[in-house]
C-alpha cells in the first residue's frame, strides 16, 4: 500500500469516526435535550402505575344494626388484548368459570368480541366475582389476564328491599335509599401513585402518592328487621290468599314518627308474592297512590268535630241512598232513614252519613283539613319518586259526594298512616323518618333530628276520634283487627280503582286497607295495610286481619303490654276469605258505588 | 492520609449499599404487611356478609320450621316482672325464674 493511500484510508476512517461521533452527539441532544420530555414521560409510562381506589360505600344497618346492606371487596377479571394470542382459546377456558349462573355459551361469545379487540389495551371480562372463581381463573396462568379489586354491593336479605333500593354495577345508587343517600353512603375515591418494576414489584425510594379514600357513612335506618319481617311474611300470605296483585304495608311509631317497618309485595308471575327482584321494585307505599276510599271519612269527621259542627253524639237523619246533581250515592246496605250519631256513621262506615257530615263542614274547610292532615304535600321523607296525592283541582258538584268518602282523590299509604298517627298523636301530626342517624368514617355517629311537628286538631278532638275509632273495631266494620289483650282503633276502607288514563271505575277491581293504631288507650304503634286487588274485596275482612298480625307483632317486639292478666293468642283467630257476594240483593247497590264498605261482614262474622 | 480517606470512602459506600439493601428489604416488607391487611380486611367484611345472611329472618324462619319442627305459638304468654327490690327467690314466680334465669346474662 502506497502511503498516499495509507493517507486516504485513515483519512476516511477519522471522517466516518466523527460523522458516527456526530451522530451519536446529535442523537444525544435528541434524546437529553430535544426530546427530553418525552422520552422521560414514556419512562414514567412503563413505572408509573396511577390507581384509583374506590371508596367503599356505606353500610346500611336496621335501627338495631342488623346490616341491611353492605359492600364487599371481590375481584374483576380484565384482559389486554394486544397480549392475547388466541381470542377464541381463551374464552373457550374462561366462560365456564366466569358464566355463573348465566349462559356460558352467550358469554364465550362476549368474551371472544372484546378479546378480540386489538386496538384496545383494557377489556372487561367479568365483573365483581368471587374468590374461588378467580383463584381458578388465576391458576389457568394465561397471559394477559389480570385482576382488579373492586367492591360489589350486597343484600344479606331481601328486608326492605324497595325502600332500600339499589345500586348499579358502578355501586352509583339506583333507587330507593342508595339513591337518595348517595352523597353520604358513596364516599370520596383514593389515589395511589407508584413506581413498579416489570414484575409489578414496587420500587424502594422510588415515586409513592398515597391519598388514602374516604368511605361513605353508613346510614342507620329506623326499620326494625324483626317488624319489616313479620310485616313482608304477613303481606305475602295476604296477596297470595286473595290472589291480589300486590300489598303494601306500614308501621310507625307514633312518638318519634319513626318507620318501623315499609313493606311492598307484588305478586310475581308464578301466582306467589314474589318479584324477580325485590330491589328494583318501586315503594309503592310512597310512590303509588290509591283512592282511599272511607278510610278517609275520619278526616270529615274530625273536621266537623273540631269546628264544633257536631260530637259524636249528635244525631244525623241518614237515608241509605242520596242524589247529588246526576248521581246517586248509597249506603252498602239498604236501610229505613233514621237518625244515627256521629259515631255511629263512622262505625256503620255510612257514606250518606259520611256526606251529610262533609256537606255541614262544607266544601273551603274539608279540603283545608285534607291539607292539614298532610294531602297534596310532600310527607317530609323526600323519598325518590314520592307523590304529594291528588286533590281534586276543580270541585264538581258531586265532589262533595265523592271526597268526604274518599273518592275523588288519590294518597299515599304513607300519607293516610301519618293520619291515624296524628290523631293517636294528640292531634298533633310528625313528620315521619326513615334515616335515625348516620356513622361516618371515622366512626362518629350523628343522630338525625326528630321530624317537625303541627298542630292539626285538637287533643280533645283526636280523644273523641280514638274513641270512635275503638268502636269501628270493637263492633263495626273492623272487628277483625282486633287483637286479644289489646284494644286497637282504626278504620276499614274499599275504594274501586280508577280506570288509569281514563274516566269511571273498573268494574270488580278493589283496593282494600285498614289504618289504625294500638293500645287505643295510650297509643304507641299505627299501622296500614293496603292490599291491592284482592279477590274478596272488602278491607274489612282482606286487609284488618293482616293488620292484626302485623300490629301483634310489633307490639310485641316494642314491648307493649297487653292488658293485666291476660293470656294473648299468637294470633287473631282469621275467618275464612268469604265466597264472592252474588248478584242482587243488597250487595248489588253496595257494588254500584265507590268507596263501599262492611256492613255485610257482619253476614259472615259470628 | 490517603490510606484513611480511601478507608473512609470505602466504609461510606459500604454504609452506603447496605442502607440501600436495609430500605428495599424494608419496602418488600411494608408491601406485604399491607397485602396482608388488605387480605384480612377482605376476610373480615366476607364473614361479616355471611354472618349477616346466616342471622337473616328468612333463614331462621325456614330452618326452625322445616328442619328443627318448630310451629308458631298457640299462644303468647306474657310475664310480669317482679318488682325491683324484691328477692327473687321467693314468692310465686321463683319457680318460673329459676327455669328462665340460666338463659339470661348475669342481670338482673
Known sequence: ????????????????????????????????????????????????????LAAERGTIFDRDGNELALSVPQQTVWADP??????????????????????PAALEQVMLERLSKRDAAFVYLRRKVDDGVAAKVAALSLPGVSFVPESKRHYPSDLAASTIGLVGTDNEGLGGLEVQYEEALAGTPGELVVERDPQGREIPQGLRRYLPPEPGSDLVLTIDHGIQFEAEQALAAAVNEYGARAGRAIVIEIATGDILAMANVTAGTDGRATGPDPHADKNRAVVDVYEPGSTNKVITVAGAIEEGLLDPDTGLTVPDHLTIADHTFTDHDPHPTETW??????????????????????????EEYLRRFGFGSGSGLKFPGESAGLLPTEWWETSMGTVPIGNGLAVTALQMVDVYATIANNGVWREPRLVMATVDADGERRDAPLGETQRVISSGTAEQMRSILADVVKEGTG????????????KTGTARKPIEGGRGYYEGKYMASFAGFAPAENPQLAAIVVIDEPSGMYGGIVAAPTFSRIMQNALRIEGV????????????????????????????AALSSPGQDVAVLSRWLA | MVTIAVAVSLVA?????????????????????????????????????????????????????????????EVVTHLTAPALGKPLDTGPGAAAWAQIKPFLAAEP
Not at chain 1, 381463551?90 to 366462560?95: E, H, I, K, N, V
Request: aromatic share 6%.
Open chain 2, 13 to 73: 459506600v459500604f454504609g452506603v449499599v447496605a442502607f440501600n439493601a436495609f430500605l428495599v428489604q424494608s419496602q418488600f416488607r411494608l408491601e406485604r404487611l399491607e397485602n396482608e391487611l388488605n387480605a384480612q380486611r377482605k376476610e373480615f367484611e366476607q364473614l361479616r356478609l355471611e354472618t349477616a345472611r346466616l342471622s337473616s329472618p328468612e333463614r331462621i324462619l325456614s330452618i326452625s320450621r322445616s328442619e328443627l319442627g318448630m310451629v308458631d305459638p
Open chain 1, 561 to 588: 303490654a297487653p292488658r293485666p292478666g291476660e293470656g294473648v293468642p299468637a294470633q287473631a283467630p282469621r275467618k275464612p276469605a268469604p265466597t264472592p257476594v252474588p248478584n242482587g240483593g243488597d250487595d248489588e
Open chain 1, 82 to 103: 394486544r397480549l392475547v394470542s388466541d381470542p377464541a382459546g381463551y374464552a373457550r377456558q374462561l366462560a365456564p368459570l366466569l358464566a355463573g349462573a348465566d349462559d
Open chain 1, 479 to 490: 272487628t277483625q283487627a282486633n287483637i286479644p289483650g289489646y284494644t286497637v282503633a282504626g
Open chain 1, 341 to 366: 250519631s256521629v259515631r255511629k256513621i263512622l262505625v256503620e262506615s255510612s257514606n250518606i252519613g259520611a256526606i251529610l257530615i262533609g256537606r255541614t263542614l262544607g266544601r273551603e274547610r274539608l
Open chain 1, 1 to 52: 500500500m502506497s502511503p498516499r493511500q495509507r493517507r486516504r484510508r485513515v483519512s476516511a476512517f477519522l471522517l466516518s469516526l466523527a460523522l458516527a461521533f456526530v451522530a451519536i452527539g446529535w442523537r444525544l441532544i435528541d434524546v437529553q435535550a430535544l426530546e427530553a420530555e418525552r422520552y422521560a414521560e414514556l419512562g414514567r409510562d412503563q413505572r408509573v402505575r396511577q390507581v384509583e
